[in-house]
Nanobody, 120 residues
């Protein structure tokens, strides 16, 4: 059973920084793609950033490029999202997700979510 547990959310001022972490467990993650999604009030859940576990190939949506950095630590089985220059529109519940790229096109493992609020 794959388990993903997020941490690091909270309240931050505009322009500030925050680091989210996702602890992954349950199996080895070869062939997995890990990702961060977010869901803002009144909006659909959206993909934010992704990373392949084995090769650290990354992908970002345009709105966070240059501000957010996704990374993974193989030794610690963690996926991180370093967020900087935060804006009020970044306010959302952030979710860690995972999928086996060989078996599914859908992210089928999810964390519980962590709230990020950007406000003065």
């Amino acid at each position: 059973q794959v388990q993903l547990v997020e941490s690091g959310g909270g309240l931050v001022q505009p322009g500030g920084s925050l680091r989210l972490s996702c602890a992954a467990s349950g199996r080895t993650f070869n062939n997995y793609e890990m990702a961060w999604f977010r869901q803002a009030p009144g909006k659909e859940r959206e993909f934010v950033a992704g990373i392949t576990w084995s090769f650290s190939s990354t992908k970002y949506i345009d709105s966070v490029k240059g501000r957010f950095t996704i990374s993974r630590d193989i030794a610690k089985n963690t996926v991180n999202l370093q967020m900087s220059s935060l804006k009020p529109e970044d306010t959302a519940v952030y979710y860690c997700a995972a999928r086996n790229v060989l078996t599914t096109t859908q992210y089928n493992y999810w964390g519980q979510g962590t709230q990020v609020t950007v406000s003065s």
